[in-house]
């Protein structure tokens, strides 16, 4: 059974400090991999999807990583700001086209000025 | 597009009532899930649809639960009768047919049973 986790669970870093959030995934074999971010009391913004035949890809200051074989994704944030302070959720869908996803529990980003 | 609609966005009920949660999704997206997020569990899905036919209910914890999809642009679902571990926040996510499969999720249902 596909599990899915994020470490650390929280995470506090000072305004400007670049930061990496990490998921691992016990299951290789998965169709893709999307990266959310989640506000207090809000529902789930997608930030960045990622096909299992791609390594990396890129939005703005955000960066995500895929190495499939290992189980493992990275999502970079560059010259963080307090505005991105929220939780940031993993969620990879199986083999199949049209599965749902399963997620890691995420982690807490709190950015202080 | 007004993205996935779920109403309504917060629901607060005595145990034994009957609720039902509504979701809109985005035209045109063939795929529809209801997911359950709980601080102790995080978030699964309860049960998903394409093209109108459920295809997963593994996730429905009990028979108190149900869902249906009528038609491609409404999908409901129902605890009857509820209790106090249903609380959560219920999310319905949609998906087109494509090869990127990205999910959009809605607002959320915020539910408290007493």
């Known amino acids: 059974k596909q599990e899915v986790t994020q470490i650390p669970a929280a995470l506090s870093v000072p305004e400007g400090e670049n930061l990496v959030l990490n998921c691992s995934f016990t299951?290789?074999?998965?169709?893709?991999l999307q990266w959310f971010r989640q506000d207090p009391g809000k529902g789930l913004t997608s930030l960045l999807l990622?096909?299992?035949?791609?390594r990396e890809q890129t939005s703005g200051r955000l960066n995500a990583s895929l190495d499939k074989s290992s189980g493992r994704s990275t999502l970079y944030i560059a010259a963080s700001q307090p505005g991105d302070s929220a939780t940031y959720l993993c969620?990879?869908?199986?083999?199949?086209?049209?599965?749902?996803?399963?997620f890691g529990k995420g982690t807490t980003l709190s950015v202080s000025s | 597009d007004a993205g996935v609609i779920q109403s309504p966005r917060h629901e607060v009920t005595e145990m034994g009532q009957e609720v039902t949660l509504r979701c809109k999704p985005i035209s045109g997206h063939n795929s529809l899930f209801w997911y359950r997020q709980t601080m102790m569990r995080g978030l699964e899905l309860l049960i998903y649809f394409n093209n109108n036919v459920p295809i997963d209910d593994s996730g429905m914890p009990e028979d108190r639960f149900s869902a249906k999809m009528p038609n491609a642009s409404f999908s409901t679902l129902k605890i009857q009768p509820s209790e106090p571990r249903d609380s959560a926040v219920y999310f319905c996510a949609s998906q087109p047919d494509s090869p990127y499969n990205e999910q959009f999720f809605g607002p959320g249902t915020r539910l408290t049973v007493l």
């Open positions: 990622i096909q299992s035949s791609q």
């Open positions: 969620a990879v869908t199986e083999n199949q086209a049209g599965t749902a996803l399963i």
């Open positions: 299951d290789s074999a998965i169709y893709n």
